[in-house]
């Protein structure tokens, strides 16, 4: 088994905790070591989390474990994201077809579909029962939160949000950096930096990153 740590201290973290366990019980992949947290909560180093395992330390720490693979919370703020260490948990439970690709740093939740010839860059963290159609292409650090509906050759660029619950018409775009609300009905292509809401989906406003 590999040395495995958690960077993050959220509860996405701590369902990680337990994705991990999950696919050992399938096969026995990965000895969990606990989480690092950013450094503005430094306090928290020592405390034992609700899934039974501590936090170690500090991002800072990591050099201390140097033989352990890192798995990424959502919007966990590691900044080293070409590290050599980081992999992705995907659920046992979830479906990832043969041709599928999933890049570094990406986490399936359990219930996940993810389609023939689809692509995932890195750090795309899916949550439960989302469907990522054949020929979907998610770009870098797009997070979609759970039962989200992506029909197919759906590409959605780098740094989107995608809301619990939407849904994306097929062979649609949806621009870099966009939201997308939850529960909306994506029926056209959508600008970048938008955010959009209802059905059909309009937009409310332009995304303002901070």
Avoid at 6 to 13: E, F, K, N, R, T
Avoid at 201 to 208: H, S
């Amino acid at each position: 088994m590999r040395d495995l740590m958690i960077l993050g201290g959220g509860p996405h973290a701590q369902e990680m905790a337990d994705i991990a366990q999950q696919i050992n019980h399938v096969a026995p992949t990965w000895k969990l070591l606990g989480f690092c947290v950013p450094k503005a909560q430094a306090e928290r180093v020592g405390q034992r989390l609700g899934c039974g395992y501590a936090v170690l330390g500090t991002y800072a720490a990591i050099g201390d474990y140097p033989d352990a693979f890192l798995a990424l919370e959502y919007n966990c703020g590691f900044l080293d994201v070409s590290c050599a260490r980081i992999i992705s948990l995907v659920a046992p439970t979830a479906f990832v077809a043969s041709t599928a690709r999933i890049g570094r740093g990406c986490v399936v939740y359990p219930h996940s579909f993810v389609g023939h010839n689809a692509i995932l860059g890195d750090r795309v963290f899916v949550l439960g029962g989302s469907v990522i159609n054949h020929d979907d292409v998610l770009e870098d650090d797009v997070t979609v939160a759970s039962q989200v509906s992506l029909a197919g050759a759906v590409h959605v660029e780098s740094g989107c949000y995608l809301g619990q619950a939407c849904t994306v018409r097929q062979q649609l775009r949806i621009g870099r950096g966009s939201l997308i609300g939850m529960g909306s009905v994506v029926i056209a292509d959508v600008a970048p930096n938008s955010v959009m809401v209802g059905n059909p989906a309009r937009k409310l406003q332009d995304r303002i990153s901070t």
